[in-house]
């Protein structure tokens, strides 16, 4: 009889599509400059490493000390987005001063201005010096330019035919050269590998003033796309079934249900997206910046941050009754005012509710609780 951990082995084997070899610095910045591997794609997050942080990169390529391997996706077309090495990479081609602009356009030709490197901890005297330059005190020598074009990556290829669950696992468990994916970061690259089209469309959704507006997040949560997760949640939460359990992972929920969402051709997204403007504009014309924040009867006023419980228990009924809404906006603001100190809202945000659980309770609430004339 057939090892059962072995069969498991072997399909999940078949699922996972990779490669990996060394490829020189010189051939790296040939494929960049050629178009056939993009370093900023619409799903990464921008170039912010430091001068500091640039710098001790060169050093490591100068003095031998490995670095991590770069993760790179193959699309149908043969060519490279990365998925995990960009402030590894953004620096060594700025460096060269080749580095292009952040553009969508992948035939932007505008190059971001070469700096000159600080000193390090073994190589001080990398103050000031640049990739090249005529005035040969702050250059770089052809032999030290040629050693590091000559110096080896290990890049390691993900396949487009990888089953998604594989895709979506491995990027998961990158965790390399100190620059972590959140969990949208991830979900976004399987999203353009799905569907580039709705993704963009997802993302400009993102970007809607007055759902900014309505839902004032954190900057640390805005850069590690906390507003793209909110609008995958928005879809989730007005077409799941919800056919998973309580204890479920949240974040392989939301990724799941985002990737059935969209294979459903049932779906209208032009639609969507207007339902959306529309529901955000409405919320911040009622409740301005308060709309998913805690009212506090006592003090007549809302406050603190913005309340994931609060966003699952007002979007899916909201949406579903928007028209009897814009209609009676009186209505809707003490709905939203009342929602804290009901006794469903309580139990379904109370602590030890785990994530998925909590969603789906409140939904079944928000559909009940505004519903239109109740």
């Not at 090495?85 to 060269?96: D, E, N, P």
């Not at 640049?130 to 000559?150: C, H």
């Amino acid at each position: 009889m057939e090892n059962t951990l072995q069969k498991e082995i072997d399909l999940m084997a078949k699922a996972i599509k990779t490669d990996n070899y060394p490829m020189s610095i010189g051939e790296l910045s040939n494929l960049y400059q050629d178009g056939d591997l993009k370093i900023n794609p619409i799903y990464q997050r921008m170039f912010r490493w430091d001068i500091t942080q640039q710098s001790a990169l060169i050093e490591s390529i100068l003095l031998n000390i490995p670095i991590p391997p770069i993760y790179v996706y193959q699309n149908e077309k043969g060519k490279w987005n990365l998925i995990d090495g960009q402030q590894r990479l953004s620096t060594i081609f700025k460096f060269m001063g080749i580095l292009k602009k952040e553009s969508e356009d992948e035939d932007g030709e505008e190059l971001v201005e070469s700096e000159p490197l600080t000193r390090t901890k073994f190589l001080p005297s990398l103050e000031g010096k640049y990739w090249d330059n005529e005035d040969e005190s702050v250059s770089l020598t052809d032999a030290q330019r040629r050693y590091i074009k000559r110096a080896k990556i290990l890049i390691i290829i993900i396949d487009k035919s990888s089953d998604e669950f594989a895709q979506y696992e491995m990027f998961q468990r990158l965790n390399t050269g100190g620059s972590h994916l959140s969990p949208q970061e991830i979900r976004n690259c399987i999203l353009v590998m799905k569907n580039e089209e709705i993704y963009k469309k997802l993302r400009d959704m993102s970007k809607y003033q007055n759902f900014m507006n309505a839902v004032p997040i954190s900057e640390k949560d805005s850069e590690e796309q906390g507003y793209l997760e909110l609008v995958v949640k928005y879809l989730v939460l007005r077409y799941s079934k919800f056919e998973v359990s309580d204890s479920e992972n949240y974040n392989n929920f939301l990724t799941d249900e985002i990737l059935k969402l969209i294979n459903d051709d049932s779906i209208d997204f032009e639609n969507e997206e207007k339902l959306f403007k529309q529901t955000f504009d409405l919320l911040y014309e009622v409740m301005d910046e308060n709309s998913f924040k805690k009212y506090d009867k006592d003090k007549n006023k809302s406050c603190g941050a913005v309340l994931v419980g609060a966003y699952e228990a007002i979007i899916p009924g909201l949406t579903d009754n928007i028209e009897y809404y814009v209609a009676n906006k009186g209505e809707l603001e003490q709905s939203i005012k009342d929602l804290y100190s009901t006794e469903q809202y309580l139990a379904a945000t109370k602590r030890g509710i785990r994530p998925v659980g909590r969603i789906k309770r409140l939904v079944e609430f928000s559909k009940e609780n505004f519903s239109s004339g109740k």
